[in-house]
């Protein structure tokens, strides 16, 4: 019964403080917050800059087309990302202003449309640097346009069959069976929900063990441990941290959940079934564990805070691998990288988490991932008993990594 | 009663407690004396169950099972508490830890009792380290145990609160609890214990009833002081002191010879002080751990 005194003292005293109240609602807050400001400036071209270039045309007829075509591109925008400046002229007449231009940082660059172009379709740039190859894709893209269109208006076809000819394609997406195209919001949920369960995920697990870690410190650091372990057993000292720290990142989860619910409902996107739900908190529960063997080891060998977030680290660094990875799990979520680290325990849940909310995993994988975490989980919260055991008492002392495989050993 | 029977513990290639025996009764206070690292936390923690022992047996009342957390009050020497939380939370939780009825009156009680009864609501980090001692303290007997063990617990105190404690452990003995008082520092634990256990490097050099002790081991010997410290030269002190330092010479008392020795000095000199020197703890360890390492 004390290993559930100690983890309701843990949950009681936490939850209450301004950090986790700050944290938990925070967080949230400060990721819309910054997506809405990035969307602002991406929207309004603020914090962007107009990339100015020069052209030389020595055909008289390309250079007006290409600065039409791009004002047609950019119309609808607020921002144009390229700026064409064309002068009508011999390069070899033109070329030392123009150099002049782009050595003051007038221009970027300036391209040449030498005036065989008709029948050799090749365009030169004199820039800086070379960094802007996108905006010089746009140049490419559009002039190809311009060139075929000129062409085909040279073979005296009608409207009808130059409509025929010149066209866009859009895709659009249903749902199996379904009648009605899909949204664009809806399959932005659809590439962002496996995103935000993860990311959820991720947050959760290791909010719960940071705090784990810091408890172990705190008790070890204030001393409080001696007359701790004089009235409980270290196994409730130890479980029932790992209960009442875990029930907090798990609230913290339920309250993430429950709003993305509430905001899918409300915007008529189903992000959360009841499946994905179940597996979240299966996989959260393990992942957690996992990793509360790990900080609590850590936790009881160092004796400064920052001593122990520096051990940590490496572990984090592993952690942060499907944080990088996301997109690539997304798209591809059964290439032989994705499901090899699917069943890598400190990346399973989070792996195994987008793979679910892609809808892209069989039940034999879901069943082999979570019994390789229980063993896992079994195992680091072993050693991590053993290790708290004999570390948590010896104040002032640097541990070598023999004596801890010594003591795992015991 | 506690017992400790042939108890070692080993780390690595020191033996830090060696067949070490101890017998603490109810209603007295044992002093665990013994230098920086001697062994004295190292038989306390075996006691409190935090390390287990690698031989030997440890009794409680005689029984191997271990009393239940309500009964046992440990204050450690490596002591803290959770510094973010209020003084009554603090002692809050452990009295829920340790099943304690009606924790609410006794923390009121006890924080009166110890001056800090308008502090309940302040935070352990805002208390001086003095009335952070205080409440570490409050918080080994509130829920009245009847095994204490203090260890160095007067470290950090003032005079007047060293007092209070000590009237506390008194009123303890009375109610017979049995009490352990570990310290290295000699004079206090002559003062307040009834029995001693002396270690040293882990190996038990002394245990038993503190007057007995004294009277076994100990020189009682004549201290005289002349007014002159010149006549220390005099062949009478030369002769027949055992030991002559800072202005004092020694005899040690064999038979009956005090009394002549004493009439002998009047006679011969101007004395300025004749007194029977008690042989005290430390004289007595220091003579028995020199006698240990010969």
């Known amino acids: ?410 | 009663m506690i017992e400790l029977i042939e108890v070692t513990k080993q780390f690595d290639a020191i033996k830090a407690v060696d067949a070490v025996s101890i017998k603490v009764y109810p209603g007295r206070i044992c002093g665990f004396l013994g230098p920086n690292g001697a062994g004295k936390t190292t038989s306390i923690r075996m006691l409190m169950n935090i390390i287990h022992p690698d031989s030997g047996t440890i009794l409680f009342n005689g029984s191997v099972e271990r009393p239940p957390a309500y009964q046992i009050g440990y204050l450690p020497e490596e002591r803290g508490l959770y510094q973010k939380i209020s003084i009554f939370e603090t002692l809050q939780y452990f009295a829920h830890l340790r099943n304690v009825q009606d924790a609410h009156r006794k923390i009121k009680e006890h924080l009166q009792r110890f001056g800090l009864g308008d502090r309940h609501q302040s935070k352990v980090s805002e208390l001086s380290k003095g009335n952070q001692q205080k409440l570490q303290f409050i918080n080994t007997i509130l829920h009245n145990p009847q095994y204490v063990v203090l260890d160095e617990p007067f470290s950090g105190l003032d005079p007047v609160n060293q007092l209070l404690l000590k009237e506390i452990l008194e009123e303890m003995k009375q109610a017979g609890k049995t009490i352990i008082f570990s310290s290295h520092q000699m004079d206090q634990v002559e003062r307040i214990c009834d029995d001693v256990a002396l270690i040293d490097q882990g190996r038990l050099v002394l245990a038993g009833n503190l007057d007995d002790i004294k009277k076994d081991h100990g020189n009682t010997q004549l201290q005289i002081i002349p007014e002159n410290a010149s006549d220390l030269e005099h062949e009478f002190f030369q002769s027949q002191a055992s030991e002559i330092r800072s202005g004092s010479a020694y005899f040690n008392l064999i038979g009956n010879n005090k009394s002549k020795l004493i009439d002998q000095a009047n006679k011969k000199f101007d004395l300025r002080t004749v007194r029977v020197a008690e042989p005290g703890l430390e004289e007595i360890f220091i003579h028995l751990v020199k006698g240990n390492q010969v």
């Open chain 1, 1 to 410: 019964m004390n290993f559930l005194k100690i983890a309701w003292f843990e949950y009681h005293r936490r939850i209450r403080s301004k950090w986790f109240i700050i944290g938990t609602f925070g967080m949230p807050l400060l990721i819309l917050g910054i997506s809405l400001v990035t969307g602002y400036f991406a929207g309004s071209g603020a914090g962007l800059e107009t990339k100015h270039f020069g052209l030389i045309d020595e055909t008289g007829y390309y250079g007006s087309q290409l600065s039409q075509a791009l004002d047609l591109r950019y119309a609808d925008r607020e921002f144009a990302p390229l700026d064409i400046a064309v002068s009508v002229g011999e390069f070899e007449k033109l070329q030392s202003q123009f150099d002049a231009l782009v050595i003051d940082k007038t221009l970027e660059g300036y391209f040449v449309i030498g005036a065989d172009f008709d029948r050799k379709p090749a365009v030169r740039l004199y820039a800086r640097n070379s960094s802007n190859f996108r905006l010089t894709e746009v140049v490419e893209a559009e002039l190809k346009d311009i060139l075929i269109q000129n062409r085909a208006s040279g073979l005296n076809l009608s409207n009808e069959t130059l409509a025929e000819l010149f066209f866009d394609i859009d895709v659009d997406y249903y749902d199996i069976g379904a009648v009605e195209e899909r949204e664009s919001d809806e399959l932005i949920a659809d590439y962002i929900a496996p995103f935000i369960f993860m990311f959820l995920l991720f947050l959760g697990i290791f909010t719960g063990g940071q705090l784990l870690l810091r408890a172990v410190l705190e008790e070890r650091s204030s001393r409080v441990i001696e007359v701790l372990l004089s009235t409980v057993s270290y196994n409730d000292l130890m479980g029932g941290k790992i209960l009442g720290l875990g029930l907090l990142g798990l609230t913290q989860s339920a309250i993430y959940l429950i709003v993305g619910l509430l905001a899918g409902n409300y915007y008529g996107l189903s992000l959360i079934t009841p499946t994905i739900g179940a597996l979240y908190f299966v996989y959260f529960i393990l992942g957690y564990l996992l990793y509360a063997g790990i900080y609590i080891g850590v936790g009881a060998l160092f004796d400064s805070e920052q001593e122990a977030q520096q051990a940590i680290q490496i572990i984090t660094f592993i952690a942060i691998i499907p944080m990088v990875l996301w997109t690539v799990v997304i798209e591809n979520p059964n290439s032989p990288l994705v499901n090899g680290l699917s069943y890598f325990p400190l990346v399973t849940p989070f792996f195994m988490m987008i793979k679910i909310a892609v809808g892209e995993t069989t039940l034999l994988q879901v069943i082999l991932t979570i019994l390789l975490m229980i063993i896992s989980v079994y195992g680091s919260i072993r050693l991590a008993a053993k290790v708290f055991r004999t570390g948590i008492l010896l104040y002032g002392k640097r541990i070598t990594l023999p004596e801890i495989i010594r003591w795992i050993r015991a």
